[in-house]
């Protein structure tokens, strides 16, 4: 019998180690990389606990270092995305009716697996496969999931607490189902805690999941799924499969048991999978949940009395960390007049300091962008710039390719707040200023309002604490997390829930109880102990 009222203290964040020079940690992560590149993995899908391998192989290289090979994984067909959806669907009854007590025991010791086994193993997959330094693997791959996978068990817990009142002579509570079928889980490269969070959340409330990470993710999604089914997960619960995501939204949102997709990536994805799951409505059992985040254009806008140096450290780290390849990463800044060549040249000075290189070497600030397809995308912005009349650079602008997906961390100048580079998603290691006339810093809040369709991040700075009023008033929907004085990236779960609005996605911030919400379906009981015997009140008497 279990009766067991479950009890969870609020979590700590995960402390982030430092790997300092002689650090235990450092010897630890360089023997981890080193291990891995030794081996020629070969990554099969996980359907209903089983690896399933195909034909179909594909390369698995590192961003920074392509003459390299990490191993292969094995391609998805619409077979293996059906064989998918059937494994999650034959563990649904069993898994939905298992209790709390089990469900969450299996997520808590994934976590603690990750901080204490896997933890190197992680973080190594994560600098191989994405190109991270190992201060951003670890704050992403080892932290940040451990705190996703935490928090929301203690999230859930409470949510699970919450009943309504009960009046005299009956009982009401609330029971919280998980969705009726299955949840896809679309996942991007550049946050294997992502990557892990999205299947993890829903099936943490009961549901089964499909999941489909990006291909240039699968190195790190792997290994997570080996920590899963150590940690005791049951077979079919979440389903690790690699189609083309074309194939994998036809199939699912033609599916009768399509019940919700949890997605974070680019905003011409998500308005098609919107789409289809619009024109498809009619065929489900219920009406889906739709969560995503997709990207952003985020601002930095400095107000005339900003701390110099505050900024120009915010810009530096918030532009350029993981090469600018986060949906937060500040990508356009508004500098005022008064303080702008200061700016500048503090700024320039420090992006000519980072040093750019492969992951193994611990002394590079700035690794390889993902692949080739992102390397053309950005490098087209760049090369645009020799042709306007409006923008200049001034830091950086070179790239390489011999290597690996080598691009400078780059600083354009321009003097129209609507150059292209300005208003459109870059997703790279490029940061487009705008200088304005510091006597209208008011005026120009509308601008920075206006210039974007997104809404995901954005900071200000200010030493004036009305101007901070103001700015936050008026810049209200600009920005779903907002930072004063700080940079618009690095997100804690617990302290700072992410996500935004407009074109950045539906703001159901993961790392809150708000985003476990959505994987819930309620179900409201009541009981009365003694049951009237007749339908008449007392008013219908006569006097």
């Given amino acids: 019998m279990q009766n067991t009222h479950l009890h969870f203290a609020e979590p700590k964040n995960e402390p982030v180690l430092n790997y300092a020079p002689g650090s235990a940690e450092r010897k630890a992560l360089q023997a981890a990389l080193a291990e891995a590149k030794k081996e020629v993995k070969d990554i099969p899908m996980y359907i209903n606990g089983k690896e399933v391998r195909s034909n179909d192989k594909k390369e ?71 190109s991270k330094n190992a201060y951003q693997a670890e704050i992403d791959s080892a932290c940040e999931l451990i705190d996703f996978l935490r928090f929301n068990v203690y999230y859930l817990n409470e949510i699970y607490k919450q009943q309504p009142l009960s009046g005299p002579g009956m009982h009401n509570s609330v029971e919280y189902r998980p969705l009726e079928g299955f949840v896809l889980a679309v996942t991007p490269f550049n946050f294997t805690a992502i990557g892990g969070n999205l299947p993890t959340a829903p ?44 194939m994998v939204g ?34 489900y059992r219920s009406y889906p949940r739709i969560v995503g985040e997709t990207g952003g254009k985020d601002f930095v806008f400095a107000h005339p009395s900003s701390q110099v140096d505050a900024l120009v450290a915010a810009l530096a780290r918030g532009a350029f960390e993981f090469q600018g390849q986060k949906c937060s990463a500040a990508s356009r800044c508004y500098i005022p007049s008064n303080i702008a060549d200061e700016v500048k ?109 997104y809404a995901l991040t954005g900071a200000i700075f200010s030493q004036d604490r009305y101007a901070t009023e103001v700015m936050t008033r008026k810049l209200v929907n600009a920005a779903g997390n ?62």
């Avoid at 939905?96 to 204490?116: D, G, H, P, V, Y």
């Fill in 60 to 130: 698995i290289r590192p961003p920074h270092e392509t003459g390299h090979l990490l191993g292969h994984f094995h391609a998805s067909d619409a077979s293996h995305v059906n064989q998918a959806i059937e494994a999650a669907l034959a563990a649904r009854q069993q898994w939905a009716e298992t209790s709390w007590q089990q469900r969450s025991q299996i997520f808590m010791r994934a976590a603690e697996l990750l901080a204490t086994k896997y933890r190197w193993k992680m973080n190594a997959a994560t600098m191989l496969g994405q």
């Fill in 203 to 246: 099936a943490m409330c009961g549901n089964v999941v499909v999941w489909k990470p990006a291909n240039t993710q699968v190195y790190s999604a792997a290994v997570f799924m080996e920590i899963l089914i150590e940690a005791g997960l049951p077979a079919g619960v979440i389903n690790l499969i690699y189609p083309p995501g074309a």
């Fill in 250 to 283: 036809e199939i699912s949102y033609g599916h009768r048991e399509f019940a919700g997709v949890h997605f974070t990536g680019s905003t011409g994805v998500f308005q098609s999978m919107w789409k289809s799951i619009g024109e498809n409505i009619a065929t």
């Fill in 345 to 453: 040249e503090k700024l320039v000075a420090e992006v000519r300091t980072m040093k750019m290189g492969p992951v193994d070497d611990f002394t590079n600030f700035i690794n390889a962008v993902i692949d080739e397809k992102a390397f053309n995308s950005i490098t087209k912005y760049i090369d645009g710039v020799k042709d306007s009349a409006t923008a200049k650079i001034i830091v950086g602008g070179n790239y390489d390719r011999s290597k690996g997906w080598f691009i400078e961390p780059t600083i354009i100048e321009t003097t129209d707040p609507n150059y292209v580079t300005m208003c459109e998603e870059i997703f790279g290691p490029v940061l487009t200023l705008h200088v304005y006339d510091a006597t209208k810093w008011e005026e120009m809040l509308d601008v920075v309002d206006a210039t974007s369709p």
């Fill in 482 to 543: 907002f930072y004063i004085n700080d940079k618009p990236t690095g997100a804690v779960v617990g302290q700072q829930p992410f996500g935004g609005a407009r074109a950045s996605g539906t703001n159901d911030k993961a790392g809150s109880a708000l985003n476990l919400y959505r994987w819930l379906s309620a179900r409201t009981m009541k009981e009365t102990y003694v049951p009237v015997t007749n339908y008449r009140y007392s008013f219908h008497q006569a006097d």
